[in-house]
């Protein structure tokens, strides 16, 4: 069975991840408060990034519609940042379900005032509706552009879903005014310092996980469905749950990433589950490598960082500038930033690269195409 062969993630020594942690842990010491909530943010999109790369680097599986398990996992815990808000003042109800004329607190609103609660299903409610839709999908035989239409029409419903349901959801404005977590004001650097090291083990765990999972068995017969998904299936091998169980995991790192994000910026919306944060989604993974791992964290703190710095010193351009890269990396380097080379940068300008490739396979120096699984 076709694999491909060791990406630039499983090349990487312990020396530069380390690197990469230290710089990150001592970040709080050099960055002011707005900096590094801006990082925060930045980490908790790179926790996305790595589980779309699992369903689209790996599995082959492209999903336009991760920014609805995002949503999701910010909804849940921002539903438990929201009552705690409110208890802390006395009150019975949040003040968008007074505004709308509730009378008392929905039923399934209860629950989220426990921390544990709210974790569980930032997790779980990504993750299920992600096995409904792959399994759905997947025993239908949808894939490739079909799958991804379908993704992109449920980033395009649930918004609208949620707009509807202003009562229960906060409805255009979304859940906000959060005061405190654990009873720690969030406005308060040692609270935001803790939230921003949390984030860094998250995502150092979310890596762990998926670095365990690309090396495993599992991981190799997802490289084996994103290269050839025909031959697999004549294996014997059910792809409907390969592809479901894959499709939930991308999705539970999705809602965690959210679950993380609320507190980091105070606020979600039913904008932050669309069509637009979703195809920026894919972008992070496009720009940084796809395939790799760690190409999707550099991309998503990479893209984030060039576009709150764009805005900021271009503000009337900022969006084409951002436009610009985003084609320039796809025409010129198409494997991302971890695949650039200086010697494939001249190599785009001068046609070397191709003519050295030509002489190789001329005398047989590739490797050969395919192993067997």
Not at 72 to 93: I, S, V
């Amino acid at each position: 069975m076709a694999t491909a062969k060791p990406t630039a993630s499983s090349r990487l020594l312990p020396a530069p991840i380390g690197a990469a942690m230290v710089i990150l842990l001592i970040a709080p010491l050099i960055l002011s408060d707005f900096r590094l909530g801006l990082l925060a943010k930045y980490l908790t999109y790179a926790i996305v990034a790595l589980g779309l790369d699992l369903l689209w680097g790996y599995t082959g599986m492209l999903s336009l519609g991760h920014g609805v398990f995002f949503g999701l996992g910010a909804y849940c815990a921002g539903m438990y940042l929201k009552l705690e808000a409110t208890r802390a003042t006395g009150e019975a109800m949040p003040d968008f379900m007074v505004w709308s004329g509730l009378k008392a607190l929905p039923a399934f609103w209860e629950p989220f005032g426990s921390p544990a609660f709210a974790v569980m299903m930032a997790i779980l409610v990504p993750a299920t509706l992600a096995s409904i839709l792959g399994y759905l999908a997947c025993r239908s035989r949808i894939k490739d552009v079909y799958f991804s239409l379908i993704t992109q029409a449920v980033a395009l419903i649930i918004p609208i879903l949620l707009i509807g349901q202003q009562g229960y959801t906060g409805g255009t404005n979304g859940v906000t005014n959060f005061g405190t977590l654990f009873g720690a004001s969030l406005k308060e650097r040692p609270t935001q310092i803790v939230l921003y090291l949390a984030t860094v083990l998250v995502l150092a765990l979310s890596f762990v996980l998926s670095r365990w999972v690309v090396r495993s068995r599992f991981g190799r017969l997802l490289v084996a469905v994103r290269d050839d998904e025909q031959r697999v299936r004549f294996l014997g091998y059910n792809l409907t749950a390969v592809k479901v169980g894959v499709y939930a995991l991308s999705a539970a790192l999705a809602g965690v990433a959210g679950m993380m994000f609320v507190p980091q910026v105070g606020i979600i919306s039913p904008a932050m589950l669309g069509i637009v944060p979703s195809v920026e989604m894919v972008v992070w993974v496009a720009v940084g490598g796809r395939g790799t791992l760690i190409g999707p964290i550099i991309g998503a703190i990479v893209v984030s960082a060039a576009k709150s710095t764009l805005s900021e010193s271009f503000p009337d351009t900022w969006q084409y500038l951002l436009g610009a890269l985003f084609v320039a990396v796809v025409i010129w380097f198409p494997q991302g930033l971890t695949g650039l080379r200086i010697s494939h940068v001249i190599g785009r300008f001068t046609g070397r690269t191709a003519d050295r490739d030509l002489a190789d396979a001329t005398h047989g120096t590739s490797t050969g195409k395919e192993r067997q699984l």
